[in-house]
Structure formats: structure tokens, C-alpha cells
């Protein structure tokens, strides 16, 4: 764990969109994790916490199983993607508990769910989620469920909840992330300009406290993208937003950067929660590690976690090498 802890380096992100400027800083803790359920290989993505009680629950991509893994005993519907889920009681060191147990309104098992966003809303537990099932109808736009127990899940609606309609994207919606302003909900999303070649972000918004399906949704960014690439280190994409509030000023952490492209974390900022601007000069707000570290490669996918007593975390994905696996870890998030 030292070693891991040593190999980062904690960032300091210039805030000046507030009324006096703020430093944001990412301070390391001595985590990482990987699931090795489908190979000797430990692997996870795309994380998103939260807490139940007096434990925590982290949600995560987890890859396609190893064929010889268990030879003879891993069932062909179960070689997709699909969203592992890890328990903690400290944020810190975690155990794998299971595969999310997601069904339709039916009661019918689904799999495929991945970039899992899960969020506790008024005492209820919800999960926003696009399919990595190839064939699946409607797998790349974003689905809704709910939960008690945080592990058994039910689909409120047997398709997908929001698919873009606009002038300037195609009907993609990925990497979903939600927040309450007000009296809405807020959805952010990635998506694809009109070309497919640059991944780019929108904004959604339904009444807070509704069932929040197909119905419910308001597309925000009308006239354009919510945030598109526009400097060096965010290459051909921007995706993976996630976001918190404090002291009046919305932060949104994001990836710049394709996964298995140097993908890293920026920092944007907002007095409204609907309005973002990239800290100067681009952005950027934590960087991959150094050479040789665990991370050496790629720091991506941001995944924001406040907890009980005020204290938010900034979980992410990162891997040595581009042609290595991810594995996770943690940040504290500390504004000075």
C-alpha cells in the first residue's frame, strides 16, 4: 500500500470562478483495488460509491470472463460485461462481495449493465447504467433501476430512460451522472457529435422525485455540447462527468482523453450548477503518475463520493502500461 501511496502525487487545482479564488486538492490514500472474478488479472472501472449504514458500496465495471477460468463451469450468458460490487468499511480496503443482481420489471435477470452511476436519493437507492450487451436494443443510451438493499435491483422501465435528440449529437448517452438542483434532477451524459469521431457531454433535467423514465426528461443542452475537447491533453473526447456541490460552487470532475489514450482528469467549475468552465489554463487538474507507477498510464473515469461527515472523495480508474488492466483508487478531496 505505501508503495502506491508514494507513486501519487496529490493536485492542486486553481479554482477562480468563486468569489475568492480556491484551491482543490486531490490528496492520495493508499488504495487500489481489482476484481478477479473473471481473471487471475485483477480488473474494475468506471467506479461509483456510496454508503449504507456503517458500510460503504462501490460499484464498478467488470469485463467479460477468462474462458479457462473455471473450465466447464462459467455459463456463456455470463462472458459480457456486466457491474461488480465491492464492501468497504473505510474507503480504503475493499472485498469483492458480488455481481450487481439487476432485473427487469418482470423480475427477468439482466445482465450487461455497466459505467454504473449509483446515487441515494431520499432514502431510495438508484442506479443510472448503459448496456455493454452487444445486441441489446437500446444499450447505448442510458437505463434506470432501483434498489433497497443496494445489491438487488429492478428496472423501472424495460428500455432505455433518455436518448438525445439533438442537432448536434447522435442518439448516444453514456457515462451517466445525476445530481439534485432545486426542485430537478440532473442527468449528464456523454455522447458523439454528428460524425461519431469526438466524444462530448450534454445535459438533462426531470422533476425531482419522479419516476424519472422516457418521459420525464428535458434535454438542457439545446443549441450545443455541455463541454466538448477542446485543449491537448482531452485528445477526442471529454466523458465521465461527475459532480458535487460545496459552499455554493458546483465542481465537476471529468475525463479528457479516450480510455487506453493517456486518459486523465479535469476540473470544471460552476456558480449554478448548469454553467461549466474549465479551471485555467485547461483544465487539468490530475495528471497520471510517474513512470513506473501503478497508474503510470492512464488516471480517468472520476467517480465523486461525499460522505456522512462532509468529506468527499474522488474515486478513479488507472493502469500502468495502455495495454495493462485498471484497477482503482481514491482521493481526498480537500478545498483549502
Known amino acids: 500500500m505505501n508503495k502506491i501511496f508514494l507513486s501519487l502525487t496529490a493536485a492542486i487545482c486553481l479554482v477562480a470562478c468563486a468569489h475568492k479564488p480556491m484551491r482543490v486538492v486531490l490528496e492520495p ?26 458500510e460503504y458500496l462501490m460499484y464498478y465495471s467488470v469485463s ?37 443482481d439487476l432485473k427487469d420489471t418482470q423480475g427477468n435477470k439482466v445482465l450487461g449493465a455497466v459505467a454504473p452511476c449509483v446515487k441515494v436519493l431520499d432514502g431510495e437507492i438508484h442506479l443510472f447504467y448503459q448496456m455493454g450487451w452487444e445486441g441489446t436494443e437500446g444499450m447505448s443510451n442510458i437505463w434506470h433501476a432501483v434498489s433497497k438493499d443496494g445489491i438487488i435491483f429492478v428496472n423501472t422501465c424495460d428500455r432505455p430512460v433518455f436518448i438525445p ?12 451522472e445525476v445530481y439534485p438542483l432545486g426542485d430537478k434532477l440532473i442527468l449528464l451524459f456523454a455522447t458523439r457529435d454528428t460524425s461519431a469521431t469526438y466524444q462530448i457531454m450534454g445535459m438533462a433535467e426531470a422533476p425531482y422525485g419522479s419516476d424519472y423514465g422516457p418521459d420525464k426528461w428535458k434535454l438542457v443542452s439545446v443549441d450545443g455540447p455541455l463541454l466538448k475537447p477542446e485543449y491537448p491533453w482531452e485528445m477526442s473526447c471529454v466523458e465521465a462527468p ?44 490530475f495528471t497520471s503518475g510517474s513512470e513506473g507507477s501503478w ?21 478513479f ?14 482521493c481526498k478531496v480537500l478545498f483549502k
Open 29 to 54: 490514500l493508499p488504495m487500489q483495488y481489482g476484481d478477479t472474478s473473471r481473471s487471475p488479472v485483477p480488473f474494475a472501472k468506471d467506479p461509483t460509491v456510496i454508503r449504507l449504514g456503517n
Open 64 to 100: 467479460a470472463f477468462v474462458p479457462d477460468i473455471n473450465p466447464g463451469k462459467t455459463p456463456p450468458i455470463l462472458s459480457g460485461w456486466h457491474t461488480g460490487v465491492a464492501r468497504s468499511t473505510d474507503l480504503v480496503n475493499w472485498t469483492r462481495l458480488c455481481d450487481l
Open 165 to 176: 435528440d439533438t442537432n448536434w449529437s447522435i442518439k448516444r448517452s453514456i457515462d451517466a
Open 242 to 285: 461527475t459532480v458535487v456541490e460545496h459552499k455554493g460552487i458546483w465542481y465537476m470532475f471529468y475525463a479528457g482523453a479516450y480510455n487506453h489514450e493517456h486518459q486523465q482528469i479535469g476540473l470544471a467549475v460552476s456558480r449554478d450548477g448548469r454553467q461549466f468552465t474549465r479551471i485555467p489554463p485547461d483544465g487539468l487538474c
Open 295 to 315: 497508474n503510470a498510464a492512464e488516471s480517468g473515469h472520476p467517480g465523486v463520493f461525499r460522505d456522512d461527515d462532509g468529506q468527499i472523495y474522488l474515486f
Open 317 to 330: 480508474q488507472g493502469k500502468a502500461a495502455l495495454d495493462e488492466t485498471y484497477n482503482l483508487s481514491v
